[in-house]
């Protein structure tokens, strides 16, 4: 079925180094795919998001990378901060006004 | 502006009873997308409306419905409550239907079935 999953449930990072976030996907067929970040007792908020027809995309500190061979996307988090510290999910967007939400990575920064 | 705005923040209902969600979004946003976070799983796809319609439907069962209002308000009901309904009920919007890019989300019910 379709599904989209995270490869790595935690990751603990030093402030100032890079983060990278995983996430696999199945469906072929969605047009864009978007990572969003949620912080404790709130809602999901949208990071930055990549169409089905790009490699890569940058952001401010952040950048997103998919590999459709592989069926694989990618956040990067360039000098991570405290603030960064949330659950990342992965989303994919099936036409039907409908997201596909991966598992979530938990990052957790030491200062 | 305002964002995406859910009530209440908590609800705490009994098995077999009802709950109502509400929903207001962005001003200007015409879709709205319910979605369920069970303690510990992703984001599971509810419902999908705009312009008053119903648009798409996640594998949830009958008893979870809902409607929009002419001014774009939204409400989501559970019938029957069952102890697993216990979850996070977020809110998004968008400006444009069913493209969910940018969709801002709201902070969500917290809805504890007893």
């Known amino acids: 079925g379709e599904s989209v999953g995270l490869h790595l449930p935690t990751l603990s990072v030093q402030e100032g180094d890079n983060s990278i976030i995983n996430c696999a996907y199945s469906n072929s067929a969605s047009d864009y795919f978007i990572w969003y970040k949620q912080e404790s007792g709130k809602g999901p908020q949208f990071i930055i998001d990549i169409r089905s027809n790009m490699d890569k995309r940058q952001g401010q500190r952040v950048t997103v990378l998919l590999n459709k061979t592989v069926k694989h996307l990618s956040l990067q988090i360039a000098a991570t901060q405290p603030g960064d510290s949330a659950v990342y999910f992965c989303?994919?967007?099936?036409?039907?006004?409908?997201?596909?939400f991966g598992q979530g990575t938990e990052l957790s920064v030491k200062p | 502006e305002a964002g995406v705005t859910q009530s209440p923040t908590h609800l705490i209902k009994t098995r077999g009873q009802q709950a109502t969600l509400r929903c207001s979004p962005i001003s200007g946003h015409t879709s709205v997308y319910w979605y369920q976070q069970a303690l510990g799983l992703g984001l599971q796809f509810l419902l999908w409306?705009?312009?008053?319609?119903?648009?798409n439907r996640g594998n949830f069962p009958p008893r979870f419905s809902g409607r929009q209002f002419p001014n774009y308000s939204s409400e989501l009901n559970v019938n029957a409550l069952e102890l697993e309904d216990s979850a996070l009920y977020l809110c998004a919007s968008s400006l444009v239907p069913g493209v969910n890019t940018e969709a801002f989300f709201g902070q969500g019910t917290r809805l504890t079935v007893v």
């Open positions: 989303a994919e967007n099936d036409r039907g006004g409908k997201l596909i």
């Open positions: 409306y705009d312009e008053g319609e119903e648009r």
